[in-house]
T-cell receptor
Framework: QKEVEQDPGPLSVPEGAIVSLNCTYS??????FMWYRQYSRKGPELLMY????GNKEDGRFTAQVDKSSKYISLFIRDSQPSDSATYLC??????????????FGKGTHLIIQP | EAGVAQSPRYKIIEKRQSVAFWCNPI?????LYWYQQILGQGPKLLIQ????????DSQLPKDRFSAERLKGVDSTLKIQPAKLEDSAVYLC?????????????FGDGTRLSIL
């Protein structure tokens, strides 16, 4: 079992729909959680990061973390064609020296149909 | 603020040849990471530096991969000799420091093809 599971899709929805993207994880040591957006032939771009269970909202994006279920979500409201990209969840933990490198999911390929 | 710079953007080599990638992190960022992203996968951490010291290189194939950050700023990642399975995008990321609330910012990567 991989540490982070993410459905690769593709996920295709009409413009204006609410999109729900999810990841599950098995390592209870993960303490902070991030969502990145990656366009083709570009590097990952940070969208959201959270450290505790609950919701965090930024514009059209809402990140949700449930540590008890080891489950995180990203919701996109009023989806636009420009949101079409691959969405990567990422998680990190702390060791003695500070934050470790991130562990990523495979990414979900999202297509917003005009 | 300038982002993470990487070069070259693309590289094509034959197996058993050597290749090097360069990364210039965001100014003032003490922590630098190299990730490998194989097509259809998420990035996988290869090595993490704090200033010019290695924090974690547990997933770096040390028989063929090496990395350095001599002056605590720019970094190079080298592969020698390259294998077919090394075909991937090599991403560099940086963060202000190693506190968990400091997000990692990525460059656009170097796309490596091994023939």
């Amino acid at each position: 079992q991989k540490e982070v599971e993410q459905d690769p899709g593709p996920l295709s929805v009409p413009e204006g729909a609410i999109v729900s993207l999810n990841c599950t994880y098995s390592n209870s040591a993960f303490q902070y959680f991030m969502w990145y957006r990656q366009y083709s032939r570009k590097g990952p771009e940070l969208l959201m990061y959270t450290y505790s269970s609950g919701n965090k909202e930024d514009g059209r994006f809402t990140a949700q973390v449930d540590k008890s279920s080891k489950y995180i979500s990203l919701f996109i409201r009023d989806s636009q064609p420009s949101d079409s990209a691959t969405y990567l969840c990422a998680m990190g933990s702390y060791s003695g020296g500070g934050a470790d490198g991130l562990t990523f999911g495979k990414g979900t390929h999202l297509i917003i149909q005009p | 603020e300038a982002g993470v710079a990487q070069s070259p953007r693309y590289k094509i080599i034959e197996k058993r040849q050597s290749v090097a990638f360069w990364c210039n992190p965001i100014s003032g960022h003490a922590t630098l990471y190299w990730y490998q992203q194989i097509l259809g996968q998420g990035p996988k951490l290869l090595i993490q530096f704090q200033n010019n010291g290695v924090v974690d290189d547990s997933q770096l194939p040390k028989d063929r991969f090496s990395a350095e950050r001599l002056k605590g700023v720019d970094s190079t990642l080298k592969i020698q000799p390259a294998k077919l399975e090394d075909s991937a995008v090599y991403l560099c990321a940086s963060s202000l420091d190693m506190r968990g609330n400091q997000p990692q910012h990525f460059g656009d990567g170097t796309r490596l093809s091994i023939l």
